[in-house]
Antibody, heavy 120, light 110 residues
Framework: QVHLQESGPGLVKASETLSLICTVSGYSISSGYYWGWMRQPPGKGLEWIGNLYHTGVTYCNPSLKSRVTISVDTSKNQFSLKLSSVTAADTAVYYC?????????????WGQGTLVSVSS | QSALTQPPSASGSPGQSVTISCTGTSSDVGGYNYVSWYQQHPGKAPKLMIYEVTKRPSGVPDRFSGSKSGYSASLTVSGLQAEDEADYYCSSYAGDYTLVFGGGTKLTVL
């Protein structure tokens, strides 16, 4: 069974960089599929952040692209998200998930999510 | 890239059917057959219910079905059950390897 788990600080100061890691178990990232990040502000809807392939190819939401870095560590079966220059608007539950391809919008396995709050 | 448009709420009585719409443009829903639907219960991660407009993952009841016409996709839940009460989100491929979600619909089982 594929399992994903997000980890990282729950509190980040405004203007600093948010950093999260997604650890995958039950499936090797190097075996294929894409891997994605989404977020959900409290009481609001889902927003796609970006997708990653194990080769390092990434695709990002144009509205966040200038601040987002997504990378992979296949040796640890992990992928990560960095979001720079955060503001209160970046406060959200952040999810990682597996997606069948870069164009399918088919996220079949999700992590439980982790709340990141941005303090002023 | 704008969010897909969903009604904020929908409701139905147990046993009834309810349909939730998801409206986009020719650049997303209308241009590709890559629309997915997700169910999210409070405090939980989203769950994939429909992909590629009409396909159901293994384990999803056949009470859930999807369709698309023009720039709009729809999720229909037949034979409503109490456990179907949740938020539902649509998502679509939007070209250039980007994805977009809808604003979400809160389904209430009366």
């Amino acid at each position: 069974q594929v399992h994903l788990q997000e980890s990282g600080p729950g509190l980040v100061k405004a203007s600093e960089t948010l950093s999260l890691i997604c650890t995958v178990s039950g499936y090797s990232i190097s075996s294929g599929y894409y891997w994605g990040w989404m977020r959900q502000p409290p009481g609001k809807g889902l927003e796609w952040i970006g997708n990653l392939y194990h080769t390092g190819v990434t695709y990002c939401n144009p509205s966040l692209k200038s601040r987002v870095t997504i990378s992979v560590d296949t040796s640890k079966n992990q992928f990560s998200l960095k979001l720079s220059s955060v503001t209160a608007a970046d406060t959200a539950v952040y999810y990682c998930a597996r997606v069948t391809a870069a164009y399918t919008a088919q996220f079949d396995y999700w992590g439980q999510g982790t709340l990141v709050s941005v303090s002023s | 890239q704008s969010a897909l448009t969903q009604p904020p709420s929908a409701s139905g009585s147990p046993g009834q059917s309810v349909t939730i719409s998801c409206t986009g443009t020719s650049s997303d829903v209308g241009g590709y057959n890559y629309v997915s639907w997700y169910q999210q219960h409070p405090g939980k991660a989203p769950k994939l219910m429909i992909y590629e407009v009409t396909k159901r993952p293994s384990g999803v009841p056949d009470r859930f079905s999807g369709s698309k016409s023009g720039y709009s996709a729809s999720l229909t839940v037949s034979g409503l059950q109490a456990e179907d009460e949740a938020d539902y989100y649509c998502s679509s491929y939007a070209g250039d390897y980007t994805l977009v979600f809808g604003g979400g619909t809160k389904l209430t089982v009366l």
